[in-house]
């Protein structure tokens, strides 16, 4: 599965999700992407939820813009990607965020969506075949 493949499969679930951009080795701001152990492909996506003046001053493709579907390689790689950037996030809570891994798909949500409607993320997520 790619992220774009699980993007599309999330988005007939969450209808206000709207793909925004799909990260490239040149474009990655992490440099991530396809480095050992990272994610093999990364895409990001804007919730219409989310008000415009709540993610002012921030860029294209950020996480509070809506979110990010990142794959990766094995089911053990995404729970490591997981775990670190809820370990980042803690500590800067303006970076909160929304993490849910089914296999190796990382959906990452912004915390500007109430509990409720990143729910309803964690429910696309968990209905991802790994196919």
């Known amino acids: ?3 774009s493949t699980a993007f599309t499969r ?4 969450v209808t206000t999700a709207k793909l925004s951009g799909t990260v490239t080795a040149a474009s990655d701001p ?13 895409v990001t996506f804007t919730d219409n939820r989310i008000k415009a003046a709540d993610v002012e001053g921030t860029e294209k493709g950020d996480v509070e813009r809506g979110g ?8 053990a790689d995404a729970a490591t990607r997981a775990k ?6 803690k500590s800067m809570p303006a970076l909160a965020e929304y993490d ?11 915390h500007y969506l109430t509990p409720k409607q990143a729910a309803e993320y964690k429910t696309a997520v968990d209905g991802l075949s790994q196919g």
Do not use: D, I
Not at 10 to 13: F, R, V
Not at 84 to 89: G, I, K, L, N, S
Not at 100 to 110: E, I, M
């Open 68 to 75: 990010a579907v990142e794959v990766f390689g094995s089911s």
């Open 30 to 42: 992490n440099h991530l992407l396809g480095r050992p152990g990272q994610y093999t492909s990364k």
């Open 10 to 13: 999330l988005s007939t679930k």
């Open 100 to 110: 849910y891994v089914h296999g190796t798909v990382l959906v990452r949500v912004s």
């Open 84 to 89: 670190y950037v809820e370990a980042v996030t």
């Open 1 to 3: 599965m790619t992220a």
